[in-house]
């Protein structure tokens, strides 16, 4: 069965701080990994499609990399902001659709 | 396009009501989840379905729980009867699927928070 993990759960960074978030599947055998935001109250807002044959995938200050062999992906943050701050969330689709790591929890200080 | 929609936003019933949830999925997506997320246990999988037809239910925690998919457009979401530890919000999401390429994006509606009393 899938599992996935985010560490940690919990960042605070002060702004403009590069930042890295990490997630671990255990499954190595996925077909995309997918990194998601959520606001409080809100729902997912995606950020990153990464597919099982890429490497990394940038998007403005974000770029995020997996590594299907070890069953890794990291989430980088470039000189981050208050307007970051959210739970970012790492899902893998695999032998059974998306499943979710329980995110990091972000707080950028202003 | 107006995104994966959503109703109710909120639901507020008592224990042992029947719950209906709804979802308008994306036009021209053939997969639709829904999910349940709550603190304890995150974003968990109660159901998938793929042109219209549940492929995974295995989610779902008990007969209570039903979903239906009767076309392209529109999905619900049954619980009945209705439990205090149903109490979670829930996510309907939408996507394209590629064959052996899984999922090419999903997105997630705004969610329905369910509060059983």
């Known amino acids: 069965k899938q599992e996935v993990t985010q560490i940690p759960a919990a960042l605070s960074v002060p702004e403009g701080e590069n930042l890295v978030l990490n997630c671990s599947f255990t499954?190595?055998?996925?077909?995309?990994l997918q990194w998601f935001r959520q606001d409080p109250g809100k729902g997912l807002t995606s950020l990153l499609l990464i597919q099982s044959s890429q490497r990394e995938q940038t998007s403005g200050r974000l770029n995020a990399s997996l590594d299907k062999s070890s069953g890794r992906s990291t989430l980088y943050i470039a000189a981050s902001q208050p307007g970051d701050s959210a739970t970012y969330l790492c899902?893998?689709?695999?032998?059974?659709?998306?499943?979710f790591g329980k995110g990091t929890r972000l707080s950028v200080i202003a | 396009d107006a995104g994966v929609i959503q109703s109710p936003r909120h639901e507020v019933t008592e224990m042992g009501q029947e719950v209906t949830l709804r979802c308008k999925p994306i036009s021209g997506h053939n997969s639709l989840f829904w999910y349940r997320q709550t603190m304890m246990r995150g974003l968990e999988l109660l159901i998938y379905f793929n042109n219209n037809v549940p492929i995974d239910d295995s989610g779902m925690p008990e007969d209570r729980f039903s979903a239906k998919m009767p076309n392209a457009s529109f999905s619900t979401l049954k619980i009945q009867p209705s439990e205090p530890r149903d109490s979670a919000v829930y996510f309907c999401?939408?996507?394209?699927?590629?064959?052996?390429?899984?999922?090419?994006?999903?997105?997630f509606g705004s969610g329905t928070r369910l509060t059983v009393v």
């Open positions: 999401a939408s996507g394209l699927t590629g064959g052996a390429s899984g999922v090419y994006g999903y997105t």
């Open positions: 499954d190595s055998a996925i077909y995309n």
């Open positions: 899902a893998v689709w695999g032998n059974t659709p998306l499943v």
